[in-house]
């Protein structure tokens, strides 16, 4: 993309209702535009990386043998009076009556619906294991919506749902998703940390939250440092592979890692001294197995290979998408703008012109452009006719990982400066080797 | 995908609600639910063919330089009285009130919230001329929703809306969008006729409307049937050549093609007889320039290179994503299901095991089934243990464009029968050159 033909209108000053750092670097960075209290437009900077984000959920619950669906976001207030969480649900719940006066409501979870679904078509066990999963936007009419996308009203979540005849059959599933979470998350370059955490209006006893630290976060988080060491990684997982599954979430969730919801501080002495830690942390997924707490209620039962009709066992798993764009820059970001991972970025790399005008300059990031785009990268080429200092503050703000600096007096040497964001090291190369270099680096992500 | 492992709860039953042919196929072949009047839950295969058209959208709209961002769903109805539209947009507007009863609405549309944005953010025809674009979930409580996904009330719609210093800048991104709304509905397998139309309550004097020709389109059409033997092809265009685009408009639009809204009957009469022709058609699109009406109301203005500030010239440009489902099956489809059209097909090919549980058999299509997939293609695999006619009423059901059809008998002289659903016609070959022929079918729109 070309600066000139985009839309990014980025802010020079700081946005004074923005409280916490990703607020204010998605407002500089023109990536979101308010619209009401807690909802906003996704620039098309901040729409680029949300898509990017939704891509890579998709990617890992198929990955996982989940099946995409989509529900709506309005629902009939009846199936929430069949499982008694119409009138529960209180005020965070955006009632709405329809021109002939029906109740109404914004979705903002979908195990009613879903609920309705699976017991409209599904009879045997012989559908079973059955997950379904969609990523829609809901709405929460938070009291006092802040902190930009991290606590927004409107906000964009995937939401999953499993079916399994028996218990066991449903820790699996349980399990299954807290593999493909890890996954998810890594690929976006976060270190999510699984901890157990408290059931809420969804219900359960088994759940585990994924918080990402981070000092704005809104849980206190305490756990042994361990944890932290542990990462995903490429390892190959059969999902159906009841028992490897099982090995990942004893990895992961056997040292202590709680929020302060289900802090034990009797159980926390046990962990040696030097590793305690207690911190902040982003709450940016959650998992469930609540049995059969909506299938009862709502009459969703399959006939076992016994004969037998039995309520299935259920559970629901989420992650905030949109959230998720607050808590990496959260996590990634210095005084000049974010910093992103390369498994999200909006653009592979920045191309800025020292010198535009200058036919040599320009033709040089014109080949560049070529070429990187040939190559299946996406640059984002600053054309503007501007000082070079506003291009590479610019950049810096926008945070693409990596930055190709082209000026007249590199090309007299037949090189171009390729500059880490993160680091901020620049290398002096030909054009050809930088564009191998970001080929690399992107391998298998691009 | 393997039948055995994904959600496709396809029905036996005529479903008695549905009055019209696509709203009966997408229930019986389980791509929608109804979730309340008007209002679906897109099913695992509907919301495959939903993405499909909602990327063949993106591309299309970014091919002719248009820029993706994202609108929320809700909006506060203070932009709207700014408009003057709150008042005016009557009953099919849905309002809402917040907890803090603050006044809401679900988006039918969006010209005033994309006004709001461009006024916050551009000043200056320096950064024109600018078209954005956005995909998202609308709302309009049409007071007796019916015929499916056609006449919904949340309803998925791609909007775009251009700004543009003059009247015949404006102009081009209005002969830009019809060409590249002609691509996209060729792609999609649909003959969408632009038809001069009325300007509604958007408004604008230079209006058309896409249509496709159908029994049961809500619409009468009246045309000069020299217009239906026009079609796009892969003609290459530039975008930015006011000259070609505005060429194509004159080659789509110069002939008599009106619905009764803005039929004239003199003008018609001019069309050589044997060439009238009066049918039904589904709007899928409409265009619009409607100059300074939002930006005058709104405020949205730009300094002129001769320093005077003037109010940008607009446009806005609708496709109904998720009403094209419906209006490619009514122009699709035969009494024994659907007929995808190659470009939109959710699964390129259906594998068809004759013996479920023959070594040789399941063997032969595990093996077509890895190398489809390692090829790019999607097959959908029908590996349940069932009749044969069951599976292929299932597959001419679900309308995939091409079904292989393995046994041992075939297998036995080295062949599979490769079939088409459009004609009928099948053909027994080697269950590699089965895979090749597909390739080729689908080459560059797998």
């Known amino acids: 993309m070309r600066l000139t033909r985009y839309f990014l209108p980025v802010l020079k000053e700081t946005p004074s209702e923005a409280q916490i750092v990703s607020h204010r670097l998605m407002l500089r960075a023109g990536m979101i535009k308010q619209a009401a209290a807690g909802i906003y437009s996704w620039l098309p900077l901040g729409f680029k990386v949300l898509r990017k984000l939704e891509d890579i959920v998709h990617e890992e619950?198929?990955?996982?043998?989940?099946?995409?669906?989509?529900?709506?976001?309005l629902q009939s207030a009846d199936l929430w009076r069949e499982s008694g969480r119409y009138d529960d649900y209180g005020e965070e719940m955006l009632r709405i009556k329809d021109r002939h006066g029906r109740d109404m409501l914004y979705g903002p979870t979908n195990?009613?619906?879903?609920?309705?679904?699976?017991?409209?078509?599904?009879?045997?066990?012989?559908?079973?294991?059955?997950?379904?999963?969609?990523?829609?936007?809901?709405?929460?009419?938070?009291?006092?919506?802040?902190?930009?996308?991290?606590?927004?009203?409107?906000?964009?979540?995937?939401?999953?749902?499993?079916?399994?005849?028996?218990?066991?059959?449903?820790?699996h599933a349980y399990n299954r998703h807290l593999v493909s979470y890890l996954r998810t998350y890594e690929r976006m370059g976060l270190q999510a940390i699984p901890m157990r955490a408290d059931g809420g209006p969804i219900g359960g006893d088994y759940t585990h939250e994924f918080l990402v630290l981070a000092e704005t976060g809104e849980s206190e988080v305490f756990y042994d440092s361990a944890v932290t060491d542990l990462s995903f990684g490429d390892r190959q997982i059969d999902y159906d592979d009841h028992a490897q599954c099982a090995a990942v979430l004893e990895e992961f969730t056997s040292k202590y890692a709680r929020t302060d919801e289900t802090h034990d501080e009797a159980l926390f002495n046990e962990v040696p001294e030097e590793r305690r830690r207690s911190a902040r942390g982003i709450e940016v997924g959650q998992i469930f197995y609540f049995g059969t707490k909506y299938s009862e209620a709502m009459g969703a039962t399959v006939q076992g290979p016994d004969g037998q009709v039995v309520p299935v066992h259920m559970g629901s798993h989420g992650i905030g998408v949109s959230r998720l764009l607050g808590a990496i820059i959260e996590a990634s970001h210095d005084e000049r703008g974010i910093i992103w991972p390369e498994g999200v970025t909006p653009f592979h790399v920045g191309i800025v012109n020292l010198k535009q005008g200058d036919a040599e300059a320009d033709a040089a990031c014109e080949a560049l452009y070529a070429s990187l785009t040939a190559l299946g990268l996406e640059p984002l080429y600053d054309d503007r006719d501007e000082r070079a200092g506003g291009k590479f503050a610019t950049m810096d703000l926008v945070g693409l990982p990596w930055r190709i600096t082209v000026g007249p007096r590199g090309l007299k040497n037949g090189v171009v400066e390729l500059t880490s964001r993160r680091s901020g090291e620049s290398e002096e190369l030909p054009p050809e080797e930088a564009v191998q270099r970001l080929v690399q680096i992107y391998a298998g992500r691009a």
Chains 1, 2 share one sequence.
């Open 111 to 171: 195990e009613e619906l879903i609920t309705d679904i699976f017991r409209s078509h599904v009879g045997s066990y012989k559908d079973l294991p059955l997950t379904l999963y969609h990523v829609q936007w809901k709405f929460r009419d938070e009291i006092r919506p802040r902190f930009g996308v991290m606590r927004g009203r409107e906000f964009f979540m995937k939401d999953g749902y499993n079916f399994d005849l028996t218990k066991e059959a449903a820790l």
């Open 61 to 73: 619950q198929q990955r996982a043998g989940h099946i995409p669906m989509l529900m709506p976001t």
